[in-house]
């Protein structure tokens, strides 16, 4: 049976960009929907990976590009970077037609640095898309904004459906749209496919470099049991001697794999936050540790919902790896991006999402009702700590969490369960 196209809150922003510029290149990892969401709004579509043809396109690519890029506009240039000279060419004839909305690139990897000539700057604007929000999805109800609440909503009042036990399976799915209304076996076998792809195939292929399959795997178990956490470079190094008994690896061999990783958004570490506070605090740079999507922790260590829920420990972390996913799609739709932070004095917050004038907020995420409490006052604590001369005040400040019930405490931090949230 034909799956159904659900609406992505990407196709709103394809549409913006392609009315402002002469191209836009779609960003993201395989199998994400780049493809199904660029393929509704172009008018001709050229797919670089058909088998077909693909020996002819790229004869054409090598002699006179500019053959494939006629068609119906916008023209999507799908998997763009088998040919990279492509991108060149799209450059030059956006330069040359002088009409915004002209051409759709995908990609699921970053090339190589030296491929292209020019930047694209001011001709080819980005769009990053990841795997598929909850609300994509259908399993939250959207009854909270987040752009409501960075606009001043100070009420809300809403119940989630989401329960623990789907919120589990929701993690070992991932947001794989040729998973999402698929049973259980199937998406958790999708999910273990992608993970074996990476590691014998889609690594390698980014930049022609071999890689050892057997350290690749390893680099990704130690990434996975590190989820959501700081863990440096040495403590991932020292993680994979001590898992998989491979003392020979260097620190520098792990970066290569890690930058390699990165090329195909498998892996999308969340960047820390450096605000201007009232003190002489030190705050920690180091990323925190992600994943693209979370089910690929979850398929490289062969996690069930059943085993997860036996772990409440381990399913924190990668409810916090799912609630920074979601975070990312909902902050892109608003001008936004997410961050983390920690200080040397303990204080963390676990996102914080910047929108591009200035606006912030920040959230804690706790999987139960437990620990609510502790989250409100550290949230409390970060925005006194925080200069607000120099960075405003916070819009607002959320604990995100498994729970039922959406309500504004009455402190004002918003107690939300990720299965009320939106963009």
């Not at 772990?311 to 902050?331: K, M």
């Not at 001008?335 to 912030?360: I, K, M, P, T």
Request: charged fraction near 25%; include cysteine; aromatic fraction near 8%.
């Amino acid at each position: 049976m034909k799956r159904k196209y659900l609406p992505r809150i990407a196709d709103k922003l394809l549409r913006e960009r392609l009315d402002s510029s002469g191209a836009v290149l779609v960003e993201g990892p395989k199998w994400c929907g780049k493809t199904w969401t660029a393929t509704q709004v172009s008018q001709s579509q050229l797919y670089l990976q058909d088998p077909d043809m693909q020996a002819s396109y790229l004869r054409a690519a090598d002699t006179k590009p500019s053959l494939l890029l006629k068609g119906a506009t916008p023209r999507l240039l799908d998997e763009w970077q088998t040919a990279p000279v492509l991108w060149d060419a799209v450059r030059f004839a956006v330069d040359q037609r002088g009409e915004a909305g002209q051409f759709i690139l995908t990609g699921s990897a970053v090339p190589k640095d030296d491929v292209v000539q020019h930047t694209g700057t001011g001709r080819i604007s980005r769009l990053m898309m990841r795997p598929m929000s909850l609300f994509e999805s259908q399993e939250s109800n959207g009854s909270v904004s987040l752009k409501d609440l960075f606009d001043g909503t100070t009420e809300i009042d809403s119940f989630s459906q989401l329960t623990i036990e789907r919120i589990a399976f929701a993690i070992v799915r991932g947001g794989w749209p040729a998973s999402i209304g698929d049973t259980e076996k199937n998406a958790m076998r999708h999910a273990i496919d992608y993970v074996e792809a990476i590691i014998n195939t889609d690594v390698s292929r980014v930049d022609g470099i071999e890689r050892n399959p057997v350290r690749v795997r390893a680099l990704l178990r130690s990434l996975s049991r590190n989820i959501s956490t700081l863990a440096t470079i040495k403590t991932i190094h020292d993680d994979i001697a001590m898992g998989s008994g491979d003392e020979s690896v260097s620190e520098k061999t792990i970066s290569q794999y890690l930058n390699a990783l990165s090329r195909i958004f498998v892996t999308e570490d969340l960047p820390a936050w450096n605000p201007a506070l009232r003190s002489k605090t030190a705050v920690r740079t180091s990323p925190k540790r992600q994943f693209i999507d979370p089910s690929i922790a979850g398929a490289v260590l062969r996690l069930t919902p059943e085993r997860l829920l036996d772990d409440f420990r381990y399913f924190g972390f990668l409810f916090e790896s799912l609630c920074d996913r979601d975070l990312r799609v909902y902050a892109e739709a608003i001008d936004g991006q997410v961050f983390h932070y920690r200080d040397a004095a303990g204080l963390e917050s676990d996102a914080v999402v910047c929108l591009n004038d200035g606006r912030w907020a920040a959230i804690e995420v706790k999987l139960g009702a437990k620990e609510i409490e502790e989250a409100a006052k550290h949230l409390l604590m970060l925005k006194e700590k925080v200069d607000a001369d120099k960075m405003r005040e916070p819009s607002f400040l959320m604990i995100l969490t498994g729970t039922e019930i959406a309500y504004r405490r009455d402190d004002g931090v918003f107690v939300v369960p990720l299965g009320c949230l939106k963009d």
